[in-house]
């Protein structure tokens, strides 16, 4: 429930700081786009890599289980759909996380990435884990979350601290509306499979 609130208020203080770096340090613009540009990928592969500690072993997870196959066999088959799956992406998604929810400039689009990234980090990192362990601190659970609502949460993040007109509120009920069906909808497949699977008590 909280991780996009957290990813918002990741992308806003982001915003914000990068906001006052760009009006003190006085780059030529031409040198700006091309900063912008690298730093778009190096954010992109920081946010991947969390992506994938903090996703993989979700889907990994039943499989190593089963102990009668190699984890890194596992780990490598599922990054391959991963990649083929990021290719192969339906144009519809694509576009409504790229402009139709909120525009976003190349600045806006790293501070989503880079809110992204840390928010994933705060769920998948040991290290931070450990720290706030140490200090007596509440801790982020280690556990998978829905990458999806970290996405739109760093968007509307920007959006909010740019004037929320430009958001478009018909596209974020219907996210909203698929984050509580998927979820809904998965179950009774699930359970409507292994009903007919068991019938006849037959069970696996």
């Keep these: ?73 596992v780990v490598l088959l599922i990054g391959i759909a991963i990649a083929l799956g990021a290719w192969m992406a339906d144009r519809k998604v694509i576009e409504t996380v790229s402009y139709r929810l909120f525009p976003l400039s190349p600045v806006e689009a790293l501070v989503v990435v880079l809110s992204c990234g840390w928010t994933l980090y705060c769920f998948s990192g040991e290290g931070l884990y450990g720290l706030l362990e140490s200090v007596h601190l509440p801790r982020f ?43 809904v909808a998965s179950g009774l497949i699930c359970w409507l499979i292994l009903t007919m699977l068991t019938k006849g008590g037959a069970i696996l």
Excluded at 6 to 28: E, G, N, S
Excluded at 157 to 164: E, I, M, Q, S, Y
Excluded at 166 to 176: A, F, M, Q, T, V
Aim: proline content about 8%; aromatic content about 14%.
């Design 1 to 73: 429930f909280y991780c996009p609130i957290l990813a918002a208020l990741f992308a806003m203080i982001t915003f914000y700081a990068t906001r006052f770096l760009l009006r003190h340090v006085k780059i030529p613009v031409l040198y700006r786009d091309m900063w912008v540009r690298l730093l778009l990928i190096v954010s992109g592969v920081y946010s991947s890599y969390f992506l994938g500690a903090n996703n993989i072993p979700a889907i990994a997870g039943p499989y190593l289980a089963l102990d009668t196959i190699y984890p890194a066999v």
């Design 141 to 183: 659970p280690l556990v998978p979350i829905p990458t999806s609502g970290v996405l739109v949460g760093s968007i509307i993040g920007v959006g909010l601290v740019k004037g929320h007109s430009g958001i478009e509120w018909n596209s974020l009920i219907k996210i909203i509306i698929s984050w509580v069906f998927v979820p």
